[in-house]
C-alpha cells in the first residue's frame, strides 16, 4: 500500500465554540493548533477561520492572514483553505481567502444538499453568542448550495488561474458522479484526491456499508486515477477512518469533524486526534505520509508559490 495522508481539519463551520473550549477561535489559537497537528503527523491541514469578535465563521482574507504565514513559517505541512465556509455564504464570500491566499490545495464541494444541523441545538448547554442556538435551529431550511456553475467557477478561478489541486468533497455518490463530469470536460485531472464524508445530516450516514459502496463506485468512474481519503462526522470518525485505512485509503480527523477523542471525552487539542489515528495506521502497517510525500502524490505546486 502506498504511504497514507493525515488531514486535520483544525477548525470549521460545522461546529460552534459553545461545544467544546477546545475549539481554536483566534488567529493564535488557530495556528497554535494546526502547527500541534502538524506535528503530530497530519500532512495536510484544512482550514477556516472565524471572526475573533463574534466567533462567526469567515472567509475574510484579513482573517486567513491572521494565521497563514505563521503556519507556513514553522511548517512545511500542506495547507488547504476551504471554499465551503459555510452554507449561509454567497460563494463570492466562500472563495476570497482561497483567491487571496492562492494556496496549494482547496476544498470542494461536489453537489448542492441539504445540511441539517438542527438536532445539535436540543442539547443543554451554555451558549457563547447569541447567534450559535438560532443558526443551528434555522438549519432545519438550509441547502448548501454548490451548482455545477458554482463548481466551475471555483474551478477556474482557483484551479485554472492560481494553481491549487483540490480536496473533492464528496457527501454522496451523486457527487461522485459529479466529479467524473467535470472530468470528462477536462476541468479537474487526475490524481483526483476524492474525500468521502459521511455523518452530515442530509448526506451519508456513517455506515460501513456506504463507505465499501462509494469506493466500489469510485474504482468504476475513476480507476487507477484517484485517491480516497474519509472523514466522519461524530462518534463514527475514527472506525470510519480506521476502516480506510484497512482499506488503502487515506485518512481526516480534527475539531472540525468531531469534538470527541473517547465516548463522552472532549478532545483536548486536534493533535490528540492526529496522533491516535496515527497509532491506529501504524499498527495496521501503513508509513505516514510527509507533506514532501504528499506534494509528490497529489502533484502540488509548492509552497514558494503561494502569497501568504
Given at each position: 500500500?502506498?504511504?497514507?495522508?493525515?488531514?486535520?481539519?483544525?477548525?470549521?463551520?460545522?461546529?460552534?465554540?459553545?461545544?467544546?473550549?477546545?475549539?481554536?477561535?483566534?488567529?493564535?489559537?488557530?495556528?497554535?493548533?494546526a502547527?500541534?497537528?502538524?506535528?503530530?503527523?497530519?500532512?495536510?491541514?484544512?482550514?477556516?477561520?472565524?471572526?475573533?469578535e463574534?466567533?462567526?465563521?469567515?472567509?475574510?482574507?484579513?482573517?486567513?492572514?491572521?494565521?497563514?504565514?505563521?503556519?507556513k513559517?514553522?511548517t512545511?505541512?500542506?495547507?488547504n483553505i476551504?471554499?465551503?465556509?459555510?452554507?449561509?455564504?454567497?460563494?463570492?464570500d466562500?472563495l476570497a481567502?482561497?483567491?487571496?491566499?492562492?494556496?496549494?490545495m482547496?476544498s470542494?464541494?461536489?453537489?448542492?444538499?441539504?445540511?441539517a444541523?438542527?438536532?445539535m441545538?436540543?442539547r443543554?448547554?451554555?451558549?457563547?453568542?447569541d447567534w450559535e442556538?438560532?443558526f443551528?435551529?434555522?438549519?432545519?431550511d438550509?441547502?448548501?448550495?454548490?451548482?455545477?456553475?458554482?463548481i466551475?467557477t471555483?474551478?477556474?478561478?482557483?484551479?485554472?488561474?492560481r494553481?491549487?489541486r483540490?480536496?473533492?468533497?464528496?457527501?454522496?455518490?451523486?457527487?461522485?458522479?459529479m466529479?467524473?463530469?467535470?472530468a470528462?470536460?477536462?476541468?479537474?485531472?487526475?490524481?483526483?484526491?476524492?474525500?468521502?464524508?459521511?455523518g452530515?445530516l442530509g448526506?451519508?450516514?456513517?455506515?460501513?456499508e456506504?463507505?465499501?459502496?462509494?469506493?466500489?463506485i469510485?474504482?468504476?468512474?475513476?480507476?487507477?486515477?484517484y485517491?480516497?481519503?474519509?472523514?466522519?462526522?461524530?462518534?463514527?470518525?475514527?472506525?470510519?477512518?480506521?476502516?480506510?485505512?484497512?482499506?488503502?485509503g487515506?485518512?481526516?480527523?480534527?475539531?472540525?469533524?468531531?469534538?470527541?477523542?473517547?465516548?463522552g471525552?472532549?478532545?483536548?487539542?486536534?493533535?490528540?486526534q492526529?496522533?491516535?489515528?496515527?497509532?491506529?495506521?501504524?499498527?495496521?502497517?501503513?508509513?505516514?505520509?510527509?507533506?514532501?510525500?504528499v506534494r509528490?502524490?497529489?502533484?502540488?505546486k509548492?509552497?514558494?508559490?503561494?502569497a501568504?
Amino acid at each position: 500500500m502506498s504511504k497514507i495522508i493525515i488531514t486535520c481539519a483544525v477548525t470549521g463551520s460545522i461546529h460552534t465554540p459553545s461545544m467544546s473550549p477546545h475549539l481554536p477561535v483566534t488567529a493564535a489559537e488557530i495556528a497554535g493548533q494546526a502547527l500541534g497537528a502538524a506535528q503530530a503527523g497530519a500532512a495536510i491541514l484544512h482550514l477556516h477561520a472565524r471572526n475573533p469578535e463574534t466567533g462567526h465563521p469567515s472567509s475574510a482574507p484579513e482573517h486567513f492572514m491572521a494565521f497563514l504565514p505563521e503556519i507556513k513559517r514553522q511548517t512545511e505541512a500542506v495547507v488547504n483553505i476551504t471554499t465551503g465556509g459555510s452554507a449561509i455564504m454567497a460563494l463570492d464570500d466562500r472563495l476570497a481567502a482561497a483567491r487571496a491566499a492562492e494556496p496549494e490545495m482547496c476544498s470542494l464541494n461536489m453537489g448542492s444538499m441539504n445540511f441539517a444541523l438542527y438536532p445539535m441545538a436540543k442539547r443543554e448547554r451554555e451558549w457563547n453568542y447569541d447567534w450559535e442556538k438560532p443558526f443551528l435551529e434555522n438549519s432545519d431550511d438550509l441547502v448548501f448550495k454548490n451548482t455545477p456553475r458554482d463548481i466551475a467557477t471555483v474551478l477556474t478561478d482557483l484551479g485554472e488561474k492560481r494553481g491549487a489541486r483540490f480536496e473533492f468533497e464528496c457527501y454522496d455518490l451523486s457527487h461522485l458522479y459529479m466529479l467524473r463530469h467535470f472530468a470528462d470536460r477536462g476541468m479537474v485531472k487526475p490524481p483526483f484526491f476524492i474525500q468521502f464524508v459521511f455523518g452530515v445530516l442530509g448526506g451519508m450516514g456513517a455506515d460501513p456499508e456506504n463507505l465499501t459502496h462509494m469506493k466500489r463506485i469510485a474504482d468504476k468512474l475513476f480507476g487507477d486515477d484517484y485517491m480516497f481519503s474519509v472523514l466522519a462526522a461524530g462518534r463514527q470518525q475514527m472506525p470510519l477512518a480506521s476502516m480506510s485505512a484497512a482499506m488503502g485509503g487515506h485518512v481526516r480527523v480534527g475539531l472540525e469533524d468531531s469534538l470527541f477523542i473517547d465516548k463522552g471525552k472532549l478532545a483536548r487539542s486536534n493533535a490528540e486526534q492526529v496522533s491516535r489515528i496515527r497509532e491506529i495506521v501504524e499498527r495496521l502497517g501503513r508509513d505516514v505520509a510527509t507533506p514532501g510525500d504528499v506534494r509528490g502524490m497529489l502533484g502540488l505546486k509548492g509552497p514558494d508559490k503561494t502569497a501568504f
